[in-house]
């Protein structure tokens, strides 16, 4: 009996967020003001190189995120800048971070977990909340090889980039950031489990002739289709264009 009324009570919970997001994504898809991105950043393993990178952001760190966006809604027919990207500042403390298995109710648990997080955190602020806040975790480049992967929750507005504090990896870090806002707003990805873009929908120029190799990636086939079996990493946002099935996703015109 005590462990139906658990159930019930989780259920109705995530009838709630589900509403609340369908609310939240037809809003914040409507593309008639710029929707404000707010990006925070996070010293992710205590080391003094990550503070030292950490104190050189500024709003400017991100700008290429802002352009790419706004460039690629501009082909879609957008009028107004589609978004407006700032960076917050710093936290002393950042969301929890995601269970690194598979298993779905972890994956449900976590992201409860974190929508909660950054609604407290947004009521015990000063700063101006963003329509969609992307919460940057920076780990030093001297101790981290890999990292976490990042998750921007589809539909929830919020995301946790897992970046290097290099200034070389400026490039990369903003196409993980684009990537993940995408999924905020309600994208999917179009790669494979072997990290092969999908085709058509994970390729920049699907119908090119020939096929390959592709000259850019799509952001969310998030690899750049050198033959059917070899892709490589975009090295910046200058490399990537949003594909006619994301922008379709994220309610832009498509004809
Ligand atoms: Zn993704």
């Known amino acids: 009996m005590r462990k139906n009324l658990r159930y019930l009570i989780l259920l109705l919970i995530l009838l709630f967020v589900a509403v609340n997001e369908a609310l939240n994504k037809t809003r914040s898809t409507s593309w008639e003001n710029p929707l404000w991105v707010r990006i925070y950043a996070i010293n992710g393993d205590g080391r003094e190189a990550t503070d030292s990178y950490i104190d050189s952001l500024t709003t400017r760190s991100f700008e290429m995120t802002e352009k790419f966006v706004n ?8 009028r107004i800048d589609a978004i407006d990207v700032a960076y917050n ?3 002393q403390s950042g969301p929890p971070q995601p269970p690194s298995g598979q298993s779905l109710l972890k994956n449900i648990w976590w992201s409860l977990k974190f929508r909660a997080w950054a609604t407290y955190r947004g009521w015990q602020s000063d700063s101006e909340a963003g329509d969609v806040e992307l919460f940057v975790n920076y780990y030093d480049t001297e101790t981290a090889q890999s990292l976490r992967h990042s998750v921007g929750l589809q539909g929830g507005l919020i995301g946790i980039i897992n970046a290097f504090a290099d200034i070389s990896y400026n490039g990369s870090n903003q196409v993980v950031i684009a990537h993940e806002l995408m999924h905020t707003l309600g994208a999917s990805d179009k790669y494979t489990l072997e990290n092969l873009p999908i085709h058509p929908q994970g390729y920049a120029e699907p119908y090119r002739n020939p096929l390959y190799p592709q000259q850019k990636a799509e952001i969310m086939g998030g690899r750049i289709p050198l033959s059917a079996q070899v892709s490589k990493m975009p090295e910046s946002l200058n490399q990537v264009v949003i594909g006619s099935y994301t ?9």
């Open 71 to 78: 460039r690629e809604a501009g082909r879609y027919g957008i």
């Open 89 to 91: 500042g710093r936290l």
């Open 247 to 255: 922008a379709a996703e994220i309610n832009w015109p498509i004809e």
